[in-house]
């Protein structure tokens, strides 16, 4: 049974900083591509960060680069968002994402974790 549960969320005030984990079980994590999605209310849903299975070519959403930094622990299966200078605009459902290859890509998520960038 593939879990993915977030932490690390709450309130912060602008310029702060937080690091959200995600705590994945039941899949291959280390064959498995991780991301970072963000969904403000009343927006869509929108890619922060995605990790490939390799380590390489990381990609950041361009509202986030410079300031947000993914990474992963495959020993522990843990994903890792770092997230720095938080802006109001940040503030959002974060959601761990996982595209866990088997006979074809089967895609899971995480249930969310709350953060909300307020003085």
């Known amino acids: 049974q593939v879990q993915l549960v977030e932490s690390g969320g709450g309130l912060v005030q602008p310029g702060g900083s937080l690091r959200l984990s995600c705590f994945a079980s039941?899949?291959?994590?280390?064959?498995?591509?991780m991301s970072w999605y963000r969904q403000a209310p009343g927006e869509e849903r929108e890619l922060v960060a995605s990790?490939?299975?390799?380590?390489?070519?990381?990609s950041y959403g361009d509202s986030v680069k410079g300031r947000f930094t993914v990474s992963r622990d495959n020993a522990k299966s843990v994903l890792y968002l770092q997230m720095n200078s938080l802006k109001p605009e940040d503030t959002a459902v974060y959601y761990c994402?996982?595209?866990?290859?088997?006979?074809?890509?089967?895609?899971?998520w995480g249930q969310g974790t709350p953060v909300t960038v307020s003085s």
């Open positions: 039941g899949f291959n994590f280390e064959n498995s591509e």
């Open positions: 990790m490939p299975a390799t380590g390489s070519s990381i």
């Open positions: 994402n996982a595209l866990v290859p088997r006979l074809a890509i089967v895609e899971y």
